[in-house]
């Protein structure tokens, strides 16, 4: 069993910046590849990035490449996802979501065996 938290989600100004951080407890972190996904009011939860235990590899969506990085510190059994350049349309509840492949970079919703509870960002002037 892993438990997820998600922090750094608020409120910012477009062409902003924030910090999202996903604290993992439980069963070993370094056996789960970690991914960030969204949901919008009135949409499906979307795929946003991916990367593996190691930190080796990493997948983005088109709408964030460039923009969002994210990144994984097994000592601290923590990943992040940073975000730049934020837009409006970036508006969502963010979730981390834990997949036990660790090498697997996995982008359907149905292939994540945790999930944390999500962090509200807006984007808005």
């Known amino acids: 069993q892993v438990t997820l938290v998600e922090s750094g989600g608020g409120l910012v100004q477009p062409g902003g910046s924030l910090r999202l951080s996903c604290a993992a407890s439980?069963?070993?972190?370094?056996?789960?590849?970690m991914g960030w996904f969204r949901q919008a009011p009135g949409k499906e939860r979307e795929f946003v990035t991916a990367?593996?235990?190691?930190?080796?590899?990493?997948t983005y969506a088109d709408s964030v490449k460039g923009r969002f990085t994210i990144s994984i510190d097994n000592a601290k059994n923590t990943v992040y996802l940073q975000m730049n350049s934020l837009k409006p349309e970036d508006t969502a509840v963010y979730y981390c979501?834990?997949?036990?492949?660790?090498?697997?970079?996995?982008?359907?919703?149905?292939?994540?065996?945790?999930w944390g509870q999500g962090t509200q960002v807006t984007v808005s002037s």
């Open positions: 979501a834990a997949n036990s492949n660790p090498y697997y970079i996995a982008g359907k919703r149905s292939e994540y065996d945790y």
């Open positions: 439980g069963r070993t972190f370094s056996r789960y590849a």
């Open positions: 990367i593996t235990w190691s930190g080796g590899t990493t």
